[in-house]
């Protein structure tokens, strides 16, 4: 298990309406456990004391045979995503303002997918496969032509500049965000080919066109929380919408008991939720605005760019 | 301060991954000949506690199973989607003729979502015919194939005796790696099944994600997997080889 968070004890800026901060974990799944497999899910939080600006990043590598590195896979995801994030912080001279969310939620895919794959490739020329793992693959031949297919993930990624957010999915899992009066808004629009165990996938060639992605502009009302989890934790919940009433719910225990318990008692979470559920591995992050939770701003709308987004009102969606 | 919070685990309630499993029976007059339609009962009833073992091995899994019957049109027999542990055989009556498309179209019905679960594992289907189609199959099946769910769906054939037209079933599977299964005894036909409901079902058990936009061998399941560990027909041919209806 990972958890971090930071961000959290440091006054706002004085001019800020926004502090940006994140935690998240990640848990093996009982499935995993009986087959000996490690967690092959990854998760990362980055960004700075200012709570300026914040990401998280989630991955599932594939379970499939030929993802013999799926867990490096993953791992080299999330790093890839943060990587970026903090590129796009860092170019903006400590200026929220000058962020430009429609811009970067077109290019930040193009980048995470380039980047991922020169990951992987320097990978593999530090690390060649191996017999064993060649053997494992059940398909050497396929595995040689295709290496990158042995690194197989998903990536789901949000981004928090100030009062904007750029939120990138590529493959399964899912995201919610929550707003200030508990709507919970899906930023990113669905994709029809994500059936039973398949997924699109950065190792595909087509991972830059598979990419989906949004950005959120926060107008007078507040998006608090977003909330990323891999599909181990997803598929657990019996109906439809038990993922966005967890991420409403999560909303609510952050406002009463504060970020700290909810981030103490998250791998727990995780463990029961996929070890009753699908028994694989369950991975969340939480990027929060705590800024947000101090303030009695709840009125007006958030702005949406994609046109099939969709947004519940929060009495429909709690649990 | 801490001492009141309500920590109750988010997202409400929790459960296994439903795996939906389909048996889709022919049951035309011709599965009369040589106690064709009586085998498979039998055969379905044996298979069942093996089936149910693999299912206890994969609790993250639940099994649902739904029969449907085709002759003269098609039918969903039993009290439709039910869990494995609870499932019951249908005994299965013979008669008519074989309209594959009917049941193929019945079954499309029931690969959207809803009725099945977004966050369901690909279903099995499992398709038995002793003879060939004597509707439109083509349509049907082309249809089907459209659907997200058929397409990804592990679809299995078993040919019941000499007659069953292969080239239909190899159709159905639509996977050069994976063959129809050869059933040409009752023996061979409870063997058969009991693979079906085992390996089949173990191998759509488990986490075996692929890409949706790459090769062959990146199949969820691959044919090769499947095809490897398929069980010999054996020397015994009980069913004969008149036309079937």
Redesign the interface.
Known sequence: MTARRFGLTTSPPPDDAHRWAAFGASVRGAAHVREDLPNQDAEACRGDDSGRWAAVAVADGHGHSLAVRADRGAALAVDVALAAAQSCWDVLGGRPDRFVAATVSQQLPDVMADNWMASVEHDLRERPFSRAELERSGNAEALTAQPEAAYGTTLLVALAVGGSIVACQVGDGDLVAVTADGGVVRPLPPDNRLVGTKTTSLASRTAHADFRSSHLEVGHERIEVIVLATDGYVNSFSAEDGFAAAGRDLWKLIRQVGPSQVEGALANWLETTSSDGTGDDATLAILFDEAGFASDNRAAAVTMTVSDATVSDGEEAGS | M?DN?????????????PLYFFWLADCSGSMLRDGRIQALNNAAAEALPHMRRVAKD????EVIVRVLRFSTGAAWVGEGATPLARFVWPALQAGGVTDLGSAIRLLSEDLQSPPM???????VVVLLSDGRPTDDYDTALHDLLQL??G??AVRLAVAIGRDADRDVLRQFISDPNVAPLEANSPEALARQMRWVSTVALDAAS?????????SE??R?I?G??LSESYPSDGPEIWFDDEPAT
């Open positions: 801490t919070l309500d920590l109750t685990r988010p997202g409400g309630v929790v459960s296994a991954r994969n609790p993250n899994v679960p977004k966050r369901a594992l690909s279903p997200p769910w397409q990804h488990s986490p075996r994600v692929g890409m949706v936009t790459e061998h990146v969820s691959p090769r997997m």
